[in-house]
Nanobody, 123 residues
Framework: QVQLVESGGGLVQAGGSLRLSCAASGRTFSGYATGWFRQAPGKEREFVAAITWSGGRTYYGDSVKGRFTISRDTAKNTVYLQMNSLKAEETAVYYC????????????????WGQGTQVTVSS
C-alpha cells in the first residue's frame, strides 16, 4: 500500500509559478511510475505529466509542454511538479498517482491516489 500526500497548492496570479510535491509514505515509490492529473469542477480528470520510476523518461500533456516540469527525488520519496506561466483555466485540484507499471495518460492506469491539492490561478 502506498499513501500519497500532495502539497504546494495555493493561489497564484496568472503568469506565476507554483511547485507541487507528492510524498509517498507507507511504502516507497520503488518501482512505481508517478503521474500528475488535474480536475476542474464539472470536468473530467486530465493528464498533466508522468515520470518513470528511474526518472529517466517524462511525459506531458500537450497543454503544459514547455511550462511544466516533473521530477523526482528517490531519496526523499517525493515527486515534484514545477508549474510556470500558469493560466486561469488551469485552476483545478491537482492529484498525484502511482502506477505499478509503465506511466500512462488514463487515470484508470494508476493504483494509488493522493487526496489532491487545490491550485487557483487568478486572472
Amino acid at each position: 500500500q502506498v499513501q500519497l500526500v500532495e502539497s504546494g497548492g495555493g493561489l497564484v496570479q496568472a503568469g506565476g509559478s507554483l511547485r507541487l510535491s507528492c510524498a509517498a509514505s507507507g511504502r516507497t515509490f520503488s518501482g512505481y511510475a508517478t503521474g500528475w492529473f488535474r480536475q476542474a469542477p464539472g470536468k473530467e480528470r486530465e493528464f498533466v505529466a508522468a515520470i518513470t520510476w528511474s526518472g529517466g523518461r517524462t511525459y506531458y500533456g500537450d497543454s503544459v509542454k514547455g511550462r511544466f516540469t516533473i521530477s523526482r527525488d528517490t531519496a526523499k520519496n517525493t515527486v515534484y511538479l514545477q508549474m510556470n506561466s500558469l493560466k486561469a483555466e488551469e485552476t483545478a485540484v491537482y492529484y498525484c498517482a502511482a502506477a505499478s507499471g509503465f506511466p500512462v495518460v488514463r487515470p484508470t492506469g494508476y493504483d494509488y491516489w493522493g487526496q489532491g491539492t487545490q491550485v487557483t490561478v487568478s486572472s
